[in-house]
């Protein structure tokens, strides 16, 4: 008599793309979070396409000591099968092979119909709004939570715009924020060139995203005191922070605005799936806190002379990712057309560890908000906050995507049964900002001014 089939163990986390540049950062943190260590993560897996690769991306991160024994499976976004079979093995899936909008949908698809929670890396806007539309009914209706976004894009931009808004205790408000980001180190500035691949291909695909969006119903408008805050240069110098800053396209924007539209529609947050009575007054006491401003990100050096390569790398981009031939050279030549900022090699180990981050949130808006339509337009007060930490790309970012996935297992109940949402929607009110905070990331009020009335 043949003995019953055993059951294949399902896994806390499973690395999805773990042999990549990001994917092995992203192990090596997870693994600080494994028994005997106190925390919900109790088992893991590693994925990928090449078994042989995984294991060394594994034996990388557990140096200088010996490679635990964590279970590898082999999964390739080309395959619906090898991803569903995946997914069927997933508690929370993170998600670290890119760019997104070849290889993510996939994956997102896959979690969805398993009802897995799927994390990821993107900073895509077009790939993020096409999963919510393609994906979040089945996935609501499946249990299965997808949150992109969940790295230094847009973790830090996200909580350091909630942070700056809760600052703002009645009657005030703020009218606009604004991050102002810094990348720092005494070394050479160097990034991946999976981030560099998905600025050409979103340039290339910027088109199908408005056709997205003319497509889908408009999201709700957060009512925001007073007009609008006046374009401004696109570059200036901020005496305050001592940087030439710079407007910068950035997904950051795009999800901050998607999370306040979100809450406009839920103004007590998403309720969570069994979420205990103190979480849920917590939840509304913590919406209740966020007032909307108008956001922005911008990009600041320290000299004007460093503005440069950021100019000439998005004109190169904005250029050559419009038609074929021209996308071929950018990705072929990266270091070229971006003068040195990103390389197919990526960033060197003492590259990476001696950089770090600062993001500046700078909030304007009104002292007293009831008299915001009588004061033509005149702002009266200014919160400047900062959030700040480590590398973005191999540091931060694997630091942020583990804590989500670690929120997720342990608070679960007090979270949305499924859909696809933004992280500042999902995470917001839970203890994330406290959990990244003893992680290496900082959160702090800078200043409080009244401006001045000429």
């Not at 808004?165 to 604004?178: C, H, K």
């Not at 694997?398 to 608070?411: E, H, R, T």
Request: charged share 20%; net charge positive.
């Amino acid at each position: 008599m043949a003995s019953p089939a055993t059951e294949p163990e399902v896994f806390d986390v499973v690395i999805f793309g773990a042999s990549g540049f990001t994917g092995k950062y992203v192990i090596r943190e997870a693994l600080k979070f494994l028994p005997p260590n106190a925390s919900p993560l109790r088992t893991l897996a590693l994925a990928g396409r090449s078994r042989d690769r995984v294991a060394a991306a594994l034996r990388w991160a557990a140096a200088p000591g010996p490679a635990p024994d964590v279970p590898i499976l082999v999964a390739d976004a080309s395959d619906p099968a090898s991803l569903a079979a995946l997914a069927s093995r997933a508690r929370v899936l993170l998600s670290c092979a890119g760019p997104f909008r070849l290889y993510g949908h996939q994956v997102a698809a896959a979690c969805a119909e398993a009802g897995a929670d799927c994390l990821d890396i993107s900073g895509e806007p077009e790939f993020m709004e096409c999963v919510e539309a393609d994906l979040h009914e089945v996935a609501a209706r499946n249990g299965s939570l997808i949150v992109s976004a969940c790295g230094f894009d847009s973790i830090p931009a996200e909580l350091g715009f909630l942070f700056n808004s809760r600052q703002w205790d009645p009657p005030s408000a703020p009218v606009s924020i604004v991050a102002h980001v810094s990348l720092e180190s005494d070394k050479k500035i160097v990034g991946n060139f999976g981030t560099f691949e998905s600025a050409v291909l979103g340039v290339a695909n910027a088109s199908q995203l408005q056709v997205l969006r003319r497509s889908r119903p408009r999201p709700a408008k957060p009512r925001i005191p007073g007009p609008p805050p006046p374009t401004g240069p696109l570059i200036k110098h901020d005496k305050a922070l001592g940087l030439w800053v710079m407007k910068l396209p950035s997904a950051d924007t795009v999800v901050v605005k998607r999370t306040l539209s979100k809450v406009t529609e839920h103004p007590e947050g998403l309720p969570g799936v069994e979420e205990t009575p103190d979480f849920a007054e917590r939840r509304k006491e913590f919406w209740s806190s966020v007032k909307p401003a108008h956001f922005g990100v911008k990009i600041g050096t320290r000299s004007l002379l460093s503005v440069f390569p950021l100019i000439c790398t998005g004109l190169f981009i904005g250029i050559l990712g419009g038609f074929s031939f021209g996308r071929s050279l950018l990705l072929k030549f990266p270091e070229l057309f971006s003068l040195g900022w990103f390389r197919k090699t990526g960033p060197t180990e003492a590259e990476v560890s001696s950089a770090s981050f600062k993001m500046w949130f700078v909030g304007r808006g009104y002292g007293d908000s009831t008299r915001a339509s009588g004061r033509g337009g005149k702002l009266d007060k200014e919160i400047v906050t900062r959030v700040s930490g480590p590398e973005i790309g191999y540091i931060t970012t694997p630091i942020v995507l583990v804590q989500c996935a670690l929120v997720l297992l342990s608070q679960r109940g007090n979270l949305p049964k499924g859909g696809v949402y933004t992280p500042g929607a999902v995470f917001g009110p839970t203890d994330l900002q406290k959990r990244l905070e003893e992680n290496g990331l900082s959160f702090d009020v800078v200043s409080t001014r009244t401006l001045p009335s000429d």
